[in-house]
């Protein structure tokens, strides 16, 4: 069995971790996003990538569920004692030595796919991991503060501001140039369906979408969603702030209905949004209901299983 994700950090980690579990034999391959993705002191920091890479190779801090385990900061208190910044994105001392040798092998002129299966021998995560594209897209926000209306990197909305200046729009900045990296449009072609985890559908998914080639290649499969919305919030994370800046309300019903029925041919709601599964705005969506939250590896192994049996429901359809 061959599947295919596009994923973000968290949310998407988790469940590919309930995924291999729940389908061993599976080859697997992650599309992440890297419209998260940030220079800081002159290091090239990919959370996302980061974030599936640790928590399946067991490098993970399970507390955060970000970040490595383990971790010291000794370079961010020396950066921080010669007035360094910014001083808002927590770089620990593991991690630190990630980005070093991402940044080293990209300056030797490496692609950014090619660095991060070089990165991934050593952590073996069990699974194909290709960034979304090797250009820069850099997802920006446009908010109004005090500065006027202006245009922040992401990370700076969504660390230092916590999401709490209203964002007016997303901007993908260089997706409209860009191209798929090297195996993703075959990955998505290859795949027996596509899986989109559970998450965030504005700043992971809705960025990966927006590489030109990748949304079409993706409406053309069996594509199976899992809501990251639970009873009208999303169960981790500020997502909420990014719907809500799209008009997309924040329930389990409005998410696949953003996607739409082009794009989504299954829609796995936890069973607190069971009316979902009648619900009109989603003709030509499968809804199912069932537990959604992935307290742990068996809970999101559960919900791993119950995507791939709708997938293989709709695609013999
Ligand atoms: P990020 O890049 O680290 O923000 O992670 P993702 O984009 O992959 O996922 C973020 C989303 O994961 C959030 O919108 C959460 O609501 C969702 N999420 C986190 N934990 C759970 C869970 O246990 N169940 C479900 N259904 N969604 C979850
Ligand atoms: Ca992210």
Redesign the pocket.
Known sequence: MRITLL?????????LRGLRAAAPQAQITVIG?TG?DINLFGLHVC??LD??MYTLGGGISEEQ??GRADESYTVQSELTAYGAGPDWFTLGDRDFATHIVRTSMLSAGLPLSAVTGKLCERWRPGVTLLPMTDDDVQTHVLIDDDAGTRTVHFQEW?VRLHAKVPARAFIAAGAERSTPAPGVLQAIADADFILL?????V???GVILAVPGIAEAVAARTVVG?????GG????????A?LAAIGVRSTAAAVAAHYGPGLLNGW?V?TADAAATGAAELAGIAVRARP????DID??AE?AAAAISLAQELAHD
């Open positions: 994923a973000g950090g968290v949310g998407g980690a988790r469940f996003n998260d959370p996302d974030t599936v569920g970000w969504w985890p559970p998450s965030n559908p700043v992971s998914i899992v809501s990251p919305v639970i919030a999303p169960v981790r994370g500020m997502a909420d990014c796995l936890d959604l939250y992935m307290t809970a999101a919900i």
